[in-house]
């Protein structure tokens, strides 16, 4: 059974940092390229943050040079560091293998980490 706990959301102000932490099992983590998602009020989730099972990293554009993705295999685990983090950060962030994990016919998702940017 597939499990995606994510933790280290908060609330935080413009110019801060936070660090996420994913922690997954029921997948073969260490061959899945793994990524963090994020979903504002209103707006569709995307793709943030991709790593694949040799490091190699992507990034959406909006968060080149601020956000870091790594992953352990070892512990199972992906994090995203943010800093420099911006009121247009706010969101849910969700990580998922890339593409998502399916669960019979739909995508399988975590609870999820709630990331708040005050102004």
């Known amino acids: 059974q597939v499990q995606l706990v994510e933790s280290g959301g908060g609330l935080v102000q413009a110019g801060g940092s936070l660090r996420l932490s994913c922690a997954a099992s029921g997948v073969i983590f260490s061959i899945n390229p793994m990524g963090w998602y994020r979903q504002a009020p209103g707006k569709q989730r995307e793709l943030v943050a991709a790593?694949?099972?040799?490091?190699?990293?992507n990034y959406v554009d909006s968060v080149k040079g601020r956000f870091t993705i790594s992953r352990d295999n070892a512990k199972n685990t992906v994090y995203l560091q943010m800093n420099s983090l911006k009121p247009e950060d706010t969101a849910v962030y969700y990580c998922n293998t890339v593409p998502p994990f399916r669960a019979g016919s739909e995508n399988y998702w975590g609870q999820g980490t709630q990331v708040t940017v005050s102004s």
């Open positions: 790593i694949t099972s040799g490091g190699s990293r």
